[in-house]
């Protein structure tokens, strides 16, 4: 991949990691009207539903509602959950649907061996999908990062769960610009993986493929966890 690209490609996860990040402020929808956004995207839109996702964005911004509508919306989204809409990896993907499992620890890993660490994991959890965006972010700003290795964790993580989530904001939030926003944030993923595999050879898993991978990778996590025996009388005394 070209260091152009990559640069232009790491320009639009930043805004992307902004928006989520953070509840918007006047700021901020002022520098996004102005810029026409998205359309300064380096990835141009993909078929008819990336098309209505760009189409949506930039409509929202022409009413996106209060700045007391949108920080209620962002606390809904993002905060308490009131949408059943959790953006931690962990319920979407675990057995029990709990926070804090098994995900949670393998991209903690992740992140430490690219030198980066949840700021406040008490906060966010380390499956949170803004720190995956950012994990994306430093593995394509780094020019020797495999693509395999990119497109493979958008196979294994953000790309398997992050589908349903956007799907059940974008449906039940209160304000266009934040179902806008989860609609684009998904489109554009779908987007990059399509380019990953255009340029490198990097074909996409189907759902089916990516459930049973995944699968197995939980049940190899389970079999790790070696069972304790306990012997009464062999720890001391016993009751």
């Known amino acids: 991949m070209q260091a152009e690209l990559r640069a232009a490609l790491v320009d639009d996860l930043d805004q992307l990691i902004r928006l989520n990040d953070r509840e918007v402020d006047a ?8 810029t026409s956004f998205p359309l300064g995207l380096a990835l141009p839109p993909s078929g008819e539903a990336g098309a209505l996702a760009y189409a949506n964005m930039a409509e929202a911004l022409k009413a996106p509602g209060t700045l007391d509508d949108l920080a209620a919306d962002f606390a809904a989204i993002y905060l308490n959950n009131s949408l059943s809409a959790s953006p931690y990896e962990s319920v979407w993907i675990s057995d029990d649907h709990l926070a804090c499992a098994a995900p949670m620890f393998e991209l903690r890993d992740l992140y430490a061996k690219a030198g980066l660490q949840a700021a406040d994991w008490r906060s966010r959890f380390d499956d949170h999908f803004v720190l995956q965006l ?11 990062s495999a693509p395999e290795h990119l497109a493979s964790f958008i196979d294994e993580h953000i790309g398997y769960w992050f589908p349903d989530f956007a799907q059940r904001v974008s449906m039940q939030c209160a304000t266009p610009f934040y179902a806008a926003l989860a609609e684009l944030t998904h489109v554009w993923l779908v987007c990059f993986r399509e380019l990953l595999d255009e340029l490198h050879d990097l074909p996409i898993p189907t759902r089916e493929e990516m459930s049973a991978r995944i699968n197995r990778k939980q049940v190899l996590d389970k079999a790790e966890v070696a069972p304790i025996h306990f012997m009464p009388g062999g720890q001391g005394p016993s009751w």
């Open 27 to 34: 700021a901020t929808l002022d520098a996004l009207k102005a």
């Open 134 to 144: 950012e994990y994306l972010r430093r593995v394509l700003a780094d020019s020797s």
